[in-house]
């Protein structure tokens, strides 16, 4: 073992019994039934820890953590851990001393799932230590490993069926339907030729509507009666006052205008 590798705990289980199991007769197996069940000879925490590709199954004091047994592991499902036959939540383990002396006991859990973690926590270790292995063979021979080949063998032809698929509606090249408005006013087009008018009310107008908004104000010292505020022009003087020459005959103003725009364009022909 490398002085380099650091030990990890793979699994930790707060009560255990351990139990005395007489030697095997046959090469059957462990039955767990033979032993005394009702009186362990010990019983106590278990730790599993790992370090480098050896796990260990350590029997430790609840309290103050002193080490019972231990039993090293280098294979699994092996000899150093076995299953007895007539129950999941018995084990036979094989313990050392570490001065070469070895033992089997027997471990037993209250708990069916610390059993099966138990039994999960040894599988998983030794499945890394598989693809650990493997992983080194690779390295060390990168030619000898399977390599893909994807290309195509002579004579070798592929076939491929294309459903027919039909064209998506709203494709390219397929006008679609605008929608109908669903809400609001829609505004028709102006016919052609035609200016849009808009709604100016005339002067006169504005005049008289200013006038009748005007409400007569009540002087606070005249005990209710009305004062007569400055009224406004009448709507034909205002009219008079903003159009100005407009108000004049229209037939010779629009006759002039029409004959200096006809001498501009050269369409007028003076004849002496």
């Known amino acids: 073992m490398e002085e380099g590798e650091y030990e990890s705990v793979l699994c930790v289980k707060p009560e255990v019994h351990v139990y005395r199991i007489p030697p095997r007769a046959t090469n059957r197996g462990y039955r767990a039934a033979e032993w005394q069940l009702d009186q362990p000879s010990w019983s106590g925490r278990l730790r ?3 370090k480098g590709q050896v796990a260990y199954i350590k029997l430790e004091d609840r309290t103050s953590g002193e080490l019972f ?3 090293p ?3 699994f499902p092996g000899t150093a851990v076995e299953s007895v036959m007539d129950s999941s939540r018995y084990f036979v383990i094989r313990i050392e001393d570490g001065n070469g002396r070895r033992a089997f006991i027997g471990i037993g859990f209250g708990d069916r799932g610390d059993a099966f973690d138990f039994n999960v926590a040894l599988q998983d270790h030794f499945k890394w230590v598989k693809q650990q292995c493997e992983f080194a063979k690779q390295a060390e021979n990168p030619d000898q490993g399977p390599k ?3 290309s195509f063998k002579e004579g070798q032809t592929i076939k491929l ?3 027919n698929m039909k064209k998506k509606e709203g494709a390219a090249g397929t006008p679609r339907a605008r929608p109908a408005s669903t809400g609001g006013l ?4 102006p016919p052609p030729g035609g200016k849009t008018s808009t709604l100016i009310p005339s002067a006169g107008e504005q005049l008289s509507v200013a006038a009748s908004i005007v409400q007569p104000a009540v002087a606070p010292s005249s005990g209710g009666a009305t004062v007569s505020w400055p009224q406004p022009k009448p709507a034909a003087a205002a009219t008079a006052d903003i159009w100005g020459d407009f108000t004049k005959s229209t037939g010779d103003y629009m006759t002039e205008r029409v004959l200096k725009q006809l001498e501009v364009q050269g369409c007028l022909v003076y004849k002496k």
């Open 186 to 189: 829609s505004l028709l087009p």
């Open 148 to 150: 893909l080949d994807l």
């Open 161 to 163: 069926n294309i459903a």
């Open 73 to 75: 592991v280098d294979q």
């Open 69 to 71: 047994a231990q039993a």
């Open 48 to 50: 599993i820890t790992a």
